[in-house]
């Protein structure tokens, strides 16, 4: 629950985007299943629910964004191996790799390929509304949206 407190990409929070990658990964192993590819939904939900869980109080555990960049994944796997009863190893490649490229290795499962593709997306869906009110405001500022 404190997940849904602690603001996310300036726009969401960190329950709510955990939410957005779950329901984008299941989009998308509706998808590949149709081409033949098969991809645990439960072990990407899990990876997805939990991947930034790490990111709970963190201007108080990391000293900066690189940091919390850099280290948010290592405590998102340690906060899924106590919450959940059905923890893996394609779980924990998907969290601790979810960062990929800017921290941590390619992922080494499928399920892991996905969580980046989708965190990602997700990422740029909530820049994308912070763009919006940067423009409203900046048409407001030049007087275009107010005389
Ligand atoms: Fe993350
Ligand atoms: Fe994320």
Known sequence: M???DETHHKATSVAKHSEDVACTCIRMCRLL?????DISRKDVVNAALCHDLGMLD???VYENDRECHRLHPVESVNVAKSILSDYNDVVE????????????DFPKTR???LIVVADKYCAMKDVRH??????ALLLLRVGIILP
């Not at 299943?33 to 590819?37: L, S």
């Not at 490649?93 to 941590?104: L, T, V, Y």
């Not at 912070?130 to 423009?135: F, S, W």
Request: glycine fraction near 10%.
């Open 2 to 4: 404190r997940a849904y």
């Open 33 to 37: 299943k149709r081409f033949g590819i």
């Open 58 to 60: 963190r201007d108080d």
């Open 93 to 104: 490649d998907a969290i601790s790799n979810h960062m990929w490229p800017i921290a941590g």
């Open 111 to 113: 399920e892991g390929r």
């Open 130 to 135: 912070i763009m919006r009110l940067y423009l």
